[in-house]
């Protein structure tokens, strides 16, 4: 099974929790090749929806189809990464970190060194390759979330929120990885709530608001005049009032 | 009081020149229990991670349970055991009662339930933090075991030092399933039962001593390894 698991079509994709829709009526396509953002405020569903697409989370209604279809589960997870924004250090080294990733997609032990050295030099993390990750900073830790995602050269690589705690520079250590993944030919979606980082990042935009997708469109178009009023008011820089429907 | 003084000395003297009756016998119940400790840390560590990451009907109450076993009296355990292994027993065609065999079973079913529990409990706190991450790459249950098992290895150690404490210190279970035969199922605890029983303080206050001791030597030992497999703690 080689083939790829690409576009990914969601539809009617909705989630509750009790009688609150966290997520309503989804419906939207994600095409290879495109970076693709998730825009909108705190609150949004951005992360959930992130997760439902990633298999972590199970859709209350709606379906998740990638393909065609006919791709089997295990095919998928194989194919997929994801960084979160709060990136999950194991409690060993920065290598051994790289080397479970690749141990758990099962690579051969006699294989991995030679995979976690090119991780750890593509992340600029050589020099801590001893250090026990818990230790690393912020910024050095997602990048090793991002070098052990990377290493497993996964078809499509979620990130959420990737760069929300970290600093300007670290940020763009970051933003740089996430360009040389894309280049080297890995799907991007992306969530984040900083418009700076969408201008730079995304080929396309999908805007969430209250759960609701209000726009999909091609990044320029989106940034240059958006059609949906919460958009409008979100690139504006007005705060847009999130509990307007519990007041 | 001069007899608690003389005893004293006399016991450090047993100690001091490694007394021949008094070193068969701290072999013995060292054997016994850190046998019995290996293969509870071999059942008990990868079980609690198992329920840790496994979810099925009636988990709720397994987990109730082997919290409960963690509180087992010995002398229960020594009762149930005795009962398997005496000749009308289930398990009487393999001759074990009275052998150190008999003891180290004992033991063994008297602190699983106690590394299991905390290995759980161990298990539990890193799975909060490592689940998401360990379905994203796809593990399947048996290497999410070793995953949480290897990860908290440092917590891991004093929950099996806990066991050793625990089957060190028991002298009810050993002393139904061994039977304080002399030279053959004789360990500290017995033995200071019974020799204080008959008077005989020396010997029960030197093994009294070994006992502490080797309670000092075993957390200490785990202390050290617990700093030197938390290096991230040593570098703060």
Redesign the interface.
């Known amino acids: 099974m080689t083939g790829s698991i690409l576009p990914l079509r969601v539809d009617g994709l909705t989630l509750l929790a009790g009688n609150r829709r966290l997520l309503d009526n989804l419906t939207f396509e994600l095409a290879a090749g495109k970076r693709s953002v998730i825009l909108g405020p705190n609150g949004a569903g951005k992360s959930l929806m992130l997760r439902l697409c990633h298999g972590l989370i199970t859709p209350s209604a709606g379906s998740i189809v990638w393909g065609g279809g006919d791709i089997p589960a295990a095919h998928l997870v194989q194919c997929q990464a994801m960084v979160f924004q709060k990136p999950v250090m194991l409690r060993r080294s920065t290598a051994a970190n790289i080397s479970h990733a690749l141990a758990c997609r099962g690579v051969k032990r006699r294989e991995r060194a030679s995979r976690v050295d090119e991780a750890l030099s593509r992340t600029g993390l050589e020099t801590l390759a001893r250090v026990p990750a818990r230790v690393l900073s912020a910024g050095e830790q997602q990048r090793l979330a991002l070098a052990r995602a990377w290493i497993i050269r996964p078809e499509v690589l979620f990130l959420d929120e990737p760069t929300a705690s970290l600093d300007p520079a670290a940020s763009r250590d970051v933003e740089d990885i996430i360009h040389a993944i894309h280049d080297a030919g890995t799907k991007i979606v992306l969530t984040t709530q900083d418009l700076g980082q969408a201008r730079r990042i995304a080929d396309e935009i999908l805007f969430l608001h209250r759960g609701r997708l209000v726009e999909h469109a091609p990044a320029e178009e989106f940034f240059n005049g958006p059609t949906a009023p919460e958009a409008h008011t979100f690139l504006s820089g007005e705060l847009i009032a999130l509990d307007q429907n519990h007041a | 009081m001069t007899d608690l003084w003389q005893a004293l000395s006399v016991a450090l003297s047993l100690v001091a020149g490694l007394d021949r009756e008094l070193m068969e016998i701290v072999g013995l119940s060292l054997r016994v229990s850190l046998t019995a400790v290996a293969a509870a840390a071999l059942i008990g560590l990868p079980l609690g991670a198992a329920l840790t990451v496994t979810r099925f009907p009636g988990r709720g109450f397994c987990i109730v349970a082997l919290n409960s076993l963690m509180g087992l009296p010995p002398v229960v355990v020594g009762l149930i055991v005795y009962l398997m292994l005496s000749r009308a027993g289930p398990l009487g065609v393999f001759g074990l009662l009275f052998t150190p065999t008999a003891m180290i079973i004992a033991q063994t079913v008297l602190i699983t339930p106690i590394i299991a529990s905390l290995s759980r409990q161990i298990s539990d706190d890193l799975w909060t933090?490592?689940r998401?991450?360990?379905?994203?790459?796809?593990?399947e249950r048996r290497?999410a075991i070793a995953?949480l098992l290897?990860?908290?290895r440092a917590g891991l150690l004093t929950a099996v030092l806990a066991g050793f404490g625990r089957a060190s210190a028991e002298v009810g279970a050993v002393m139904i399933v061994g039977g304080n035969i002399d030279h053959v199922t004789r360990v500290m605890t017995t033995t200071i039962a019974m020799e204080t029983g008959k008077g005989n303080l020396a010997l029960a206050l030197g093994l009294g001593i070994v006992l502490i001791a080797i309670s000092l030597i075993i957390n200490g030992l785990t202390f050290g390894l617990g700093a030197a497999t938390?290096?991230?703690r040593a570098?703060?």
């Open positions: 933090e490592y998401e991450q360990l379905r994203s790459l796809g593990v290497r995953t290897w990860d908290g938390r290096p991230e570098a703060l």
